[in-house]
């Protein structure tokens, strides 16, 4: 029964990503560029649901990661011309290598805490990064940031058109989703849903709990770097202003809306948000109260967040007469 | 009760036939100019978009929406004064709003991220205050569909630091907000100043958006003649009146936004005898200016800043364009050549464009005052204008060549040689 639920499920997500890839590029050129800022933003939202959503780790300085993924993809391509060809395929391994390594020296200092204490850890080391990048004029353009004109053009394709850009930018998505898929199914991923579940249990049981953290910590920032390097594209632009405090939030905010511990609802919160943010916004001038009333709804009726709106429909239909609050309060842990 | 549903579908059918034909009628007749702005209508920089869109919409509403015949449609985004989002709006607008050229950009961050789209999507991009010094200097060739019709951050500050230096100052402590705008002004003062003998004796950077002076203020230096200010927004409100209330009598030489109408109404009377210099002042003591000024205010409840003047005037330039070619887009590169080619008196003053496509302008050095002007009743704060530099370009006196031989002013550049 368990199985055929997931296997559905996949085919689901499946069916919706293959309806995405079809119909993206025949809508508006607009619409195509916001899918693409979706798509990337959500590689970075995935990342930090793997610490949020199955080690039970709540990270504000995400954005540190993608920052360093973009600030090298930009300063190799504007600098040395480096990642404009075939040698795209390196930066991108480049990237995710800064990001995990970038990972692996914070989780150092980050991992030892917990709760709220990990949360401003993450918080203060994501805010060094952004120092960083707003004081190091002479590397980083400073407030200015760095342009990056041109888009990369290898197998005789450019990425300059925005369809190819579209399916690239989706493929590396579509893979993003299936290795970390593949990671949180893998028996290290079940032992970090332990670890979020009851570390003491798993620490007793003889498992490293500090070094499943750990490594789980440092994957997250490579994909965090990934997402950094295809940010640089897309945008066309890095600034302080993706490494702030802000873009932390928005990444843990629509993590938590779509769903965390679901990998999938990511996506769906970041396309949520940015398509309120940067879609509602060119139509009506009233989209916050709309951006802010949709935080409030998920929060107080969905705290599965909107992955678990099915969920809610099946236990509405064979329970109706469950007080909303009571399941509401069910799920949530600890 | 069918010939009523018969009645009433005719009746539908003639009012879409006529809302058919009386659409399509001028449309057919008339072209379409078609603007995006961008400017921040939400976020901590909302009061600064509005003053930019107030200004370019009460020129449009003075020419009736029609610029030599063509008919205008703007297209405003929100950027909230973020460089990313300002280039998703911008491609927005070009991209599926078809828009001919684009306006606005607040920071100069924004300025910096939008002028490569400009080019990218071969699209007019005239910057009406986003005031980054470069993009008009060492990096205009990337752009060539990029014209500026607001200012540089270093422009008034060279004849400033002139003016300061004549008028007997030895020695200025620069205090300034710790990003670009602020370099490039602190730099293009600080470069005049000490060409001239003066000596910027101390440079500290609060960061931008600080509130709380108090760290900093203890710090300045008791042998400095007097304190040169960039602040922007709420910083602009805070600084003047925590500076006096810490017992500092000496002069306060600000930068262009330190004092300028988007803060000044808000300010109290510790800003009284404080100097700045803008290419704009709404004390401007000239009968376009008074006009201006009174309209604007009727309208919108304040006071023009130079945001707004600053858009009101790049409407204009657009419609003189538009007015030389009869309402017909004459293409990017073409506008971009006739809009350089003008020479018009603004509000500001009489305005032309260097060969760098950034204006050549008065510079205004400004003293708050409380008086009465223009018949109103009560005593305000106002910039009365103490002097004038007319006909000031981005590279004042240096000479093109010269200028830009030296890098883009920044943090480190000029050296600040006479600080310990």
């Known amino acids: ?334 | 009760m069918k010939s009523n549903i018969a009645a009433r579908l005719s009746a539908l059918l003639i009012g879409i036939g006529l809302a058919f034909t009386a659409g399509l009628a001028p449309a057919a007749a008339q072209e379409e100019l078609r603007i995006g702005f961008i400017a921040p209508t939400t976020g901590p920089f909302a009061q600064v978009g509005a003053d930019m869109l107030n200004g370019f919409n009460m020129y449009l509403e003075k020419a009736n929406s029609d610029f030599g015949g063509a008919k205008v449609k703007l297209i405003v985004e929100d950027s909230q004064a973020k460089p990313d989002l300002a280039v998703t709006k911008a491609r927005k607008l070009i991209l599926e709003d078809h828009v001919q050229l684009f306006v606005g950009g607040v920071l100069a961050s924004e300025g910096y991220a939008l002028a490569p789209v400009s080019t990218e999507l071969k699209t007019v991009y005239v910057s009406s205050i986003a005031a980054a010094d470069d993009l008009t200097q060492r990096q205009l060739s990337n752009y060539p569909l990029f014209i500026r019709t607001g200012w540089t951050s270093s422009q008034p500050n060279h004849p400033y630091g002139q003016w300061a230096c004549d008028q007997g100052y030895k020695k200025i402590a620069a205090v300034a907000a710790d990003y670009a705008f602020g370099y490039e002004q602190v730099g293009g003062f600080q470069k005049a100043f000490e060409d001239c003998g003066g000596k910027i004796v101390q440079k500290i950077w609060p960061p931008l958006g600080t509130k709380d002076f108090g760290p900093f203020i203890p710090t300045i230096k008791s042998d400095a003649d007097a304190v040169f200010s960039l602040m922007v927004g709420p910083m602009a409100l805070q600084f003047p009146k925590q500076i006096r209330d810490s017992g500092y009598t000496k002069p306060i030489l600000g930068g262009g936004t330190s004092y300028d109408e988007a803060a000044l109404p808000f300010m109290g009377d510790e800003a009284i005898g404080d100097f700045s210099a803008l290419q704009y002042s709404a004390a401007l003591q000239t009968p376009e200016n008074e006009a201006f000024v009174k309209a604007f205010r009727a309208k919108y409840g304040k006071v023009p800043s130079y945001f707004s003047e600053s858009n009101y005037t790049t409407a204009m330039m657009i419609e003189d364009v538009m007015k030389e070619t009869h309402g017909k887009w004459p293409g990017a590169d073409e506008f971009i050549a006739k809009m350089a080619a003008l020479k018009v008196n603004a509000v500001r003053g009489p305005v032309s464009f260097d060969d760098m496509r950034n204006p050549v302008q008065n510079i205004y050095i400004k003293k708050v005052e409380k008086t009465k002007l223009f018949g109103y009743d009560k005593p305000e704060l106002w910039n009365i204008v103490i002097k004038t530099y007319p006909n000031v370009s981005q590279f004042w006196t240096y000479g093109k060549d010269t200028f830009l031989k030296q890098p883009v002013y920044s943090r480190d550049f000029p050296p600040c040689k006479n600080c310990e």
């Open chain 1, 1 to 334: 029964m368990i199985m055929t639920d997931e296997r559905a499920k996949i085919l689901a997500v499946i069916a919706v990503l293959a309806a995405v890839a079809l119909i993206v590029p025949h809508t508006t050129s607009f619409l195509l560029l916001l899918a693409t800022r979706v798509l990337v933003f959500s590689i970075l939202v995935m990342s930090l649901d793997l610490l949020l959503g199955f080690t039970g780790l709540a990270s504000l300085g995400q954005a540190a990661y993608l920052g360093v993924g973009a600030y090298l993809t930009a300063i190799l391509a504007t600098r040395y011309h480096f990642g404009l060809g075939y040698d795209f395929w390196l930066v991108v391994l480049f990237g995710m290598l800064a990001g995990a390594a970038l990972a692996a020296v914070f989780g150092l200092l980050a991992i030892r805490a917990s709760g709220v204490y990990f949360l401003m850890i993450t918080l203060a080391l994501g805010q060094c990064v952004w120092g960083l990048a707003y004081r190091w004029n002479s590397l980083t353009g400073g407030d200015n940031g760095i342009n990056v004109a041109l888009r990369p053009s290898f197998f005789g394709i450019s990425l300059a058109n925005r369809i190819t850009f579209f399916y690239l930018v989706f493929f590396f998505f579509s893979a993003s989703l299936l290795l970390m898929y593949v990671f949180v199914r893998s028996p290290f991923g079940r032992s970090l849903v332990g670890i979020r579940e009851r570390e003491q249990r798993m620490k007793i049981l003889g498992y490293n709990t500090w070094l499943h953290k750990y490594i789980a910590f440092v994957i997250a920032g490579a994909f965090g770097g990934l997402a950094g390097v295809l940010w640089v594209y897309t945008a066309g632009i890095v600034s302080p202003d993706n490494v702030v405090l802000t873009t932390s939030v928005d990444a843990l905010l629509m993590a938590v809306l779509g769903g965390a511990g679901t990998l999938i609802g990511g996506a769906i919160g970041a396309g949520v948000v940015i398509f309120i943010r940067e879609y509602l916004s060119t139509l009506v001038h009233w989209w916050q109260y709309v951006l802010g009333g949709v935080y409030v709804l998920v929060i107080l009726y969905l705290p599965g967040g909107l992955m678990s709106i099915p969920e809610r429909i099946r236990q509405w239909q064979t329970a109706p007469s469950k007080s909303p609050v009571t399941e509401a309060l069910a799920p949530v842990r600890n």
